[in-house]
């Protein structure tokens, strides 16, 4: 072989080397980055809730008659003591003893649930009063910089539950003296029958003003004693019931901030949990899984001007906040994943961050995670904590 052919082919051979190592040499990969932010985080449970009256009541025949036909419609509006049907008493040819004294006492049981009613407004009002003045000594030690504003927050919202039930003690009360009425009415009506008098008519009178809700007996009709007539309650007094999981359920607590969408208008409504109640029950799905949830009431605090188109029974989506912190390291769900405990104990780094990762549940103690962080645009492993998900 010539020298010619010699450097040729020995330049043909660099040439298919240096190919080769082209071909085979990695690349670098397209990625999509985002910037680690300090900001506000809230984790939220999301679900499902639907709104209804805080108190409905039900208006039955308190003595068997002749109802006459309602002209109420439901939606109509009343007031207290308003008269909502007309009942034709059918007293009986001979009176019956047992009827007077059971009439008697339904009016001595109206007579002590008046007295119950009157001592818990009462109470509430002393409850209210406390609360006030706790609420005024917080906040002007506040001014002076001596107390947390989340002891603020607490006290306000201690205030404002008092406030609701004091209104739901002087409700209790109203009502309680309606039925009062209602007892004595009736019993004067089967008196008046038994002394050989003419029975008076007997109006049914709404015990608190609101609206019907929904009409049990519309057209005229022969009613036995304790037959439903008509439901009424007042739609400004709505609140807010969520089915959550029972493991759900024992991350929030009385107070906690409310987000409310997907109720058919513009913008977000807020609310605070009043209550999770204490007992949970059994729920099956569409697809036949069971699943323990409890309710979780919710009362509305965005003015009643914003939602006053809701109405009882209408649904809505809430997003329930059990942690909010106004400034923390947050990075996008998408850059986190999990890291083997191997890899976990290699790529260890002293002072690893702590972040507030976007996802649907929390973290297990025991698992470890990372991100990738561009360095010299090249992507260095990075062990991170998280503290909290959320779902954005």
């Known amino acids: 072989m010539t020298r010619r052919n010699l450097g040729l082919s020995i330049a043909a051979g660099l040439v298919l080397a240096a190919l080769l190592g082209w071909a085979f040499a990695p690349r670098p990969l397209e990625v999509e980055t985002a910037r680690a932010r300090v900001g506000a985080f809230e984790a939220t449970i999301d679900e499902d809730a639907r709104t209804r009256l805080a108190e409905r009541y039900l208006i039955s025949a308190p003595l068997a008659g002749q109802l006459q036909r309602v002209t109420l419609r439901e939606g109509d509006p009343v007031a207290a003591g308003q008269v909502v049907a007309t009942l034709l008493p059918a007293l009986p040819p001979l009176f019956d003893e047992r009827t007077r004294r059971e009439l008697e006492a339904r009016v001595a049981v109206a007579e002590a649930s008046l ?166 029950f059994t729920k099956v799905s569409a697809l036949g899984v069971e699943a323990q949830r409890v309710n979780v009431v919710i009362d509305f605090t965005s003015p009643r001007a914003q939602w006053a188109a809701l109405g009882d029974g209408y649904r809505v989506g809430v997003r329930i906040v059990t942690i909010s912190r106004p400034e923390v390291l947050t990075v996008p769900v998408s850059a986190v994943f999990p890291l083997p405990a191997a890899a976990a104990a290699s790529a260890a780094v002293p002072g690893a961050a702590s972040a507030a990762a976007a996802a649907g549940a929390a973290s297990g103690a025991a698992m470890a995670h990372a991100v990738f962080r561009v360095e010299g645009g090249r992507a260095r492993l990075q062990p991170v904590e998280l503290a909290a998900r959320n779902g954005s």
Do not use: Y
């Open 115 to 280: 007295v119950r009613a009157r001592t818990a407004v009462e109470a509430a009002g002393v409850t209210l009063q406390r609360a006030s003045t706790e609420l005024t000594r917080t906040e002007a030690l506040a001014r002076q910089g001596f107390v947390a504003p989340n002891r603020i927050d607490a006290d306000r919202l201690a205030a404002q539950a008092a406030a609701r039930q004091r209104d739901s003690a002087v409700a209790g009360e109203q009502v309680a003296r309606q039925e009062l009425e209602q007892a004595r009415a009736a019993l004067g009506v089967v008196r008046a029958g038994a002394a050989g008098g003419a029975a008076p008519a007997f109006a049914l009178r709404s015990p608190v003003a609101g609206r019907v809700l929904r009409l049990r007996v519309q057209s005229e009709a022969a009613l036995t004693l304790g037959t439903p007539v008509l439901e009424v309650g007042d739609v400004a007094a709505l609140e807010i019931v969520a089915e959550l999981l029972t493991t759900d359920a024992v991350q929030t607590a009385p107070g906690s901030a409310v987000h409310i969408e997907r109720w058919g208008g513009p913008g977000l409504l807020q609310g605070r949990v009043r209550r999770v109640e204490p007992a949970g």
